[in-house]
């Protein structure tokens, strides 16, 4: 796949979308796969970048990554799937480079990777989501207490 045949794509699904489109949405809407937009320009921010476009982040704290998972997963009522992550929550990628995969992401964010989707273990869940970043020893940033990252 050429450069140029990406970057219309991207372009198409931005016009569509009236902002710079996640690597979530380009798999769900897009014309090509965000992989395939990875391995044309060696990341999603660099495909972004090329498109002419700001990427919407460039790194997330462990801390923030953590908090999105909680939120979604209050959201929720259970810890979330892979397809559940994007738009309003960081997305499965993040979680994947970050923590190695999505269980270990939730692990790391405290959520019972257990619960199951029919609402078993959400009172779990929603013990864990509900609590403050300061209860966790962060700043509602991901930063730990004396500005330390998380």
């Not at 569509?16 to 809407?29: I, K, V």
């Not at 801390?63 to 929720?76: K, P, V």
């Amino acid at each position: 796949m050429n450069r140029e045949t990406l970057i219309e794509a991207f372009e198409a699904l931005a016009a569509d979308l009236g902002r710079t489109p996640t690597s979530h949405e380009m798999d769900r809407q897009g014309a090509f796969a965000a992989e395939t937009f990875k391995t044309a320009f060696g990341s999603w921010n660099d495909a972004v970048r090329a498109a002419g476009y700001t990427p919407h982040r460039e790194t997330y704290t462990t801390g923030e990554i953590a908090w999105s998972l909680r939120r979604r997963a209050t959201a929720l009522g259970r810890p979330p799937r892979e397809h559940e992550l994007g738009e309003g929550c960081v997305s499965a990628d993040t979680v994947q480079r970050r923590f190695g995969g999505l269980d270990a992401g939730l692990e790391a964010a405290g959520l019972d990777v257990a619960a199951k989707p029919d609402g078993r273990g959400s009172r779990h869940v929603r013990a864990l989501s509900e609590a403050r970043p300061e209860d966790l020893g962060l700043s509602p940033l991901g930063e730990r207490k004396g500005g330390e990252q998380a």
